[in-house]
């Protein structure tokens, strides 16, 4: 049996960064909701008790540093799976982007291997060994629109904001999270009303979700790559309701409600931009098949 997985990308609508803990890691309370844009993760059974990715993407490691390939060495070394799979991974989302494309696809494997191994997991406690591989893994285990906390595993969920669409422009760079986080000054930097968004979100307030998105780790990315600056202050001039650049970046994206500022949206970044999608926000959970 081959098994088809859907791994759709996130964006962050708010991100505040409270202090950085003990461990190394940053204190975070963010509202994080899915898009219609995602990666093909297919699962097929193998003879041999190996993991073997299948990228056909350069930037994507093809052992075991791909988030996938941990995925299923997880399951196997928890649950003594003495099973192979081949994991091959279609992207879509642009690499290193802000937009969780590697946490995803892990995601996508875990639920995947869950069903083809029959091991009889719940959403839960996928949700649970995710946050094993990375931080934002457990919400892409869900999916939806969720409050994350802790350092992003501690998932509330939240209804789905109005539906809209998402512009999406990525510049020819790539973004280190871990830099982004290391060059962050906690005490002297802006941060985003994320109760706010919460509570517009569950008002369904389009207006006011848009007057409130911020994303603390913005002038970091910003400060070390200008031509996110002139992404945001184009998709602005060009009418997106809300502009705000995604996780640690580079990734910027556009809220917009109207079908007839899209095109208009659309076409004006892809002036200057090569990497330009227009979707819509996914925001309900299950959203994966
Ligand atoms: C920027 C966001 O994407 C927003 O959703 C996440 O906070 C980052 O999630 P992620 O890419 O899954 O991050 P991880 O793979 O867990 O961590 C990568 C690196 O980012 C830094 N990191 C990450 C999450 C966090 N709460 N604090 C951190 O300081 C750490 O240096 C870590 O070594
Ligand atoms: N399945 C995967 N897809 C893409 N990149 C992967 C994958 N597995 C590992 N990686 C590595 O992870 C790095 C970050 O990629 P990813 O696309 O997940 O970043 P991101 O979108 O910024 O993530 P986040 O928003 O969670 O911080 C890449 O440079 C790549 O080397």
Same mark, same amino acid.
């Given at each position: 049996?081959?098994?088809?997985?859907?791994?759709?990308?996130?964006?962050?609508?708010?991100?505040? @960064?409270?202090?950085?803990?003990?461990?190394?890691?940053?204190?975070?309370?963010?509202?994080?909701? %899915?898009?219609?844009?995602?990666?093909?993760?297919?699962?097929?059974?193998?003879?041999?008790? %190996?993991?073997?990715?299948?990228?056909?993407?350069?930037?994507?490691?093809?052992?075991?540093?791909?988030?996938?390939?941990?995925?299923?060495?997880?399951?196997?070394?928890? =649950?003594?799976?003495?099973?192979?799979?081949?994991?091959?991974?279609?992207?879509?989302?642009?690499?290193?982007?802000?937009?969780?494309?590697?946490?995803?696809?892990?995601?996508?494997?875990?639920?995947?291997?869950?069903?083809?191994?029959?091991?009889?997991?719940?959403?839960?406690?996928?949700?649970?060994?995710?946050?094993?591989?990375?931080?934002?893994?457990? #919400?892409?285990?869900?999916?939806?629109?969720?409050?994350?906390?802790?350092?992003?595993?501690?998932?509330?969920?939240?209804?789905?904001?109005?539906?809209?669409?998402?512009?999406?422009?990525?510049?020819?760079?790539? /973004?280190?999270?871990?830099?982004?986080?290391?060059?962050?000054? /906690?005490?002297?930097? =802006?941060?985003?009303? @994320?109760?706010?968004? /919460?509570?517009?979100?569950? $008002?369904? $307030?389009?207006?006011?979700?848009?007057?409130?998105?911020?994303?603390?780790?913005?002038?970091?990315?910003?400060?070390?790559?200008?031509? /996110?600056?002139?992404?945001?202050?184009?998709?602005?001039? #060009?009418?997106?309701?809300? @502009?705000?650049?995604?996780?640690?970046?580079?990734?910027? =994206?556009?809220?917009?409600?109207?079908?007839?500022?899209?095109?208009?949206?659309?076409?004006?970044?892809?002036?200057?931009?090569?990497? @330009? #999608?227009?979707?819509?926000?996914?925001?309900?959970?299950?959203?994966?098949?």
């Amino acid at each position: 049996m081959r098994l088809l997985v859907k791994a759709p990308a996130k964006i962050n609508l708010s991100l505040d @960064v409270l202090h950085k803990r003990p461990d190394g890691y940053h204190e975070v309370k963010m509202v994080m909701t %899915t898009i219609d844009l995602a990666d093909r993760v297919e699962l097929a059974p193998l003879a041999s008790d %190996t993991i073997q990715i299948i990228s056909h993407n350069r930037f994507v490691p093809d052992d075991h540093r791909n988030l996938a390939y941990q995925a299923a060495k997880l399951l196997k070394e928890t =649950f003594g799976v003495r099973k192979g799979v081949a994991i091959s991974i279609t992207k879509t989302i642009p690499v290193a982007a802000g937009l969780a494309g590697g946490s995803s696809d892990a995601a996508a494997t875990l639920r995947g291997l869950n069903k083809l191994w029959q091991l009889g997991l719940t959403i839960d406690e996928l949700a649970e060994l995710g946050a094993k591989i990375g931080s934002d893994v457990s #919400f892409c285990v869900y999916g939806g629109t969720a409050l994350a906390t802790g350092r992003g595993e501690k998932i509330e969920h939240l209804p789905a904001p109005p539906p809209c669409w998402v512009i999406l422009a990525k510049p020819t760079i790539g /973004v280190s999270t871990a830099e982004v986080y290391r060059n962050l000054n /906690v005490q002297r930097t =802006f941060h985003p009303d @994320v109760d706010g968004m /919460v509570q517009a979100i569950k $008002d369904r $307030d389009y207006e006011r979700i848009c007057s409130l998105v911020g994303n603390t780790l913005e002038d970091v990315t910003l400060k070390m790559h200008p031509e /996110v600056a002139h992404i945001k202050e184009q998709m602005k001039r #060009f009418g997106a309701d809300a @502009v705000l650049m995604s996780g640690s970046g580079p990734t910027v =994206f556009g809220l917009v409600q109207y079908d007839s500022r899209l095109q208009r949206i659309y076409n004006g970044l892809r002036g200057f931009c090569d990497q @330009v #999608f227009a979707v819509r926000l996914l925001g309900e959970r299950n959203s994966f098949d």
